[in-house]
């Protein structure tokens, strides 16, 4: 079993639609948690950092981690067709130098269609 | 301020050839990584370093060589390329461990 857990999708939404993106992991010892977005053909591009559980917000950009249910998300309000991309959690920690080593989910291909 | 850059974008070698993928960060970050993307796989990562003369193994070293002798440059040697090393790879900087990382845009490498 995977240590992040991301639903691949693909996942296609209407413009405006509120987007729900999720990961799940099993190494307690995560502390840092980020979300980025990978266009096509090109390097993941950080959206959101949080550190520990609770949530934050960004523009139209939500971060929750719930660290009891070792559970992440990202919501995305007002969907665009920019916004299509691929998902990717991303999480780290646990002393010393392991801060330092991201362990990824598999990525959410997300579309939004006009 | 260019970010992190990686050269070539694209490569193509022969199986059991040798070359170096280079990376460069003008942020001043101590913390550099290797990673590679496959299909359904995200990115794993390959090495990392926490600083100048400071490398370290991450989950897929194998077949792999980092070496870090200035703050700016972390090259990523594949020793003699096999297919399985057809790849997406990304290079990584943060300015210490509890930083996001920053990542490049990748280098092709297909292997035959």
């Known amino acids: 079993q995977k240590e992040v857990e991301q639903d691949p999708g693909p996942l296609s939404v209407p413009e405006g639609a509120i987007v729900s993106l999720n990961c799940t992991y099993s190494n307690s010892a995560f502390q840092y948690f980020m979300w980025y977005r990978q266009y096509s053909r090109k390097g993941p591009e950080l959206l959101m950092y949080t550190y520990s559980s609770g949530n934050k917000e960004d523009g139209r950009f939500t971060a929750q981690v719930d660290k009891s249910s070792k559970y992440i998300s990202l919501f995305i309000r007002d969907s665009q067709p920019s916004d299509s991309a691929t998902y990717l959690c991303?999480?780290?920690?646990?002393?010393?130098?392991?801060?330092?080593?991201?362990?990824f989910g598999q990525g959410t291909i997300l579309t939004v269609h006009p | 301020n260019a970010g992190v850059t990686q050269t070539p974008k694209f490569q193509v070698l022969k199986t059991g050839q040798s070359m170096t993928l280079q990376c460069a960060q003008d942020m001043n970050h101590e913390y550099m990584s290797w990673y590679r993307q496959d299909p359904g796989m995200g990115l794993r990562l390959i090495h990392y370093s926490v600083g100048a003369g400071i490398t370290d193994q991450g989950e897929v070293p194998n077949g792999y060589n980092v070496s870090r002798s200035t703050t700016e440059d972390f090259p990523l040697r594949l020793l003699s390329a096999a297919p399985s090393q057809t790849s997406v790879y990304f290079c990584a900087s943060s300015y210490s461990g509890s930083q996001p990382q920053h990542f490049g845009d990748g280098t092709r490498l297909s292997i035959l």
């Open positions: 991303a999480m780290s920690g646990g002393g010393g130098t392991s801060y330092g080593k991201l362990t």
